[in-house]
């Protein structure tokens, strides 16, 4: 349920809502709109009817019913876009925001030499694996700590806020003391227990979806994070299994209306996993902002050839700045700047 409070409710109206639904033991999720304030009642409804129990308090100007699964995480909860703030990048409406690097961080020269590329080719956010997800046990697994420290070094050096990701709740703490933003990788979009523990941190958080999630698994997911009291989250759209094997996934765009239709938060789309091929990046960038992206996660490699993961679909810089420029000229036609 939502508790629609009168517009120019006192912080004491506030305070009651909430303390009534903690008496009927609801956790209460306060949003604070430009013209109304908006109270989210989380818990079992069966039995309670709230509408009766709210109702009635002069302050409480509706209750209505939210009809979907996910309750924070829908338009019906905050009708406003949320701004996700990484370090001095915003990512939400009227900008398109560019998160790019490597797919892991390989060496401080690597790293740094990509970072300063990408900061002069109008990129706003770094990102590089230290703890990489590989399919098989052999593979690189990334630099581990030694990575986070050369993330840090590039940030220093470029003066970009940089992302990683967080492989498991045993690692979080680590890469949140360096990280300006977490990535829950398509893997772990289901991982319940990784969800909430970046739910109670207070970092932003780019979810990307699970290559055999639904949008409704993909919001429920978001949801986790949502509940806990972090509501800084990016979606990622990335690919997802299907049946055709000429591209290593297959791009959905058509998640990206659906979820702005369903939910306050930002998209991302990752163009790079979501076809594995770098000839096709720029064209699915493109497509992408055209369908509403509120940013682009693109994999951009100094060498691609010579990457330890995810060379074939990985930019050069050359490449990346050919597409940046590609997009200045797109995104006024969308009502962003970049
Ligand atoms: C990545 O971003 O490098 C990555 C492993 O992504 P995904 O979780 O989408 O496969
Ligand atoms: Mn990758």
Do not use: W
């Amino acid at each position: 349920m939502i508790i629609v409070l009168r517009s120019g409710s006192s912080q004491e109206d506030v305070d009651e809502v909430v303390s009534r639904l903690k008496r009927l033991g609801f956790g209460a999720h306060v949003s604070q709109g430009l013209e109304r304030t908006i109270v989210g009642a989380i818990g079992d409804e069966r039995g309670v009817n709230l509408e009766d129990k709210l109702g009635v308090l002069p302050a409480v100007e509706k209750v209505i019913p939210v009809l979907t699964p996910y309750k924070l995480t829908s338009r019906e909860f905050r009708e406003a876009d949320t701004v996700v703030r990484v370090g001095t990048a915003e990512i939400g409406p009227g900008r398109l925001t560019i998160i790019a690097g490597p797919c892991a961080v390989e060496s401080e020269k690597q790293i740094v030499s990509v970072a300063r590329r990408l900061k002069d080719g109008g990129a706003q956010i770094l990102r590089g694996g230290a703890f990489k997800p590989r399919t098989s046990p052999y593979a690189f697994q990334g630099m581990g700590k030694e990575g986070l420290q050369l993330l840090a070094l590039a940030r220093e050096e470029s003066g970009l806020p940089f992302v990683t990701e967080a492989l498991g709740i045993e690692e979080l703490d680590l890469v949140a003391e360096y990280a300006d933003m977490i990535q829950i990788g398509a893997r772990n979009m289901q991982n319940f227990r990784l969800l909430e523990a970046v739910g109670r941190l207070r970092k932003p958080v780019i979810l990307k979806r699970g290559m055999m999630s639904t949008v409704d698994e993909f919001l429920m997911s978001a949801e986790y994070v949502l509940a806990q009291g972090n509501y800084q989250v990016l979606l990622c759209e990335r690919g997802i299994r299907t049946f055709e094997p000429s591209t290593r996934n297959t791009l959905d765009l058509s998640c990206v209306p659906l979820v702005k239709g369903r939910s306050h938060l930002p998209i991302a789309v990752d163009p790079s996993h979501g076809t594995g091929r770098a000839d096709l990046v720029e064209a699915m960038s493109l497509a992408a902002v055209m369908a509403g992206a509120d940013s682009l996660l693109i994999e951009v490699h100094p060498n691609p050839i010579e990457a330890l993961s995810d060379g074939p679909q990985s930019l050069n810089p050359d490449q990346f700045l050919h597409l940046v420029q590609n997009l200045r000229s797109l995104v006024p036609l969308v009502g962003r700047t970049l």
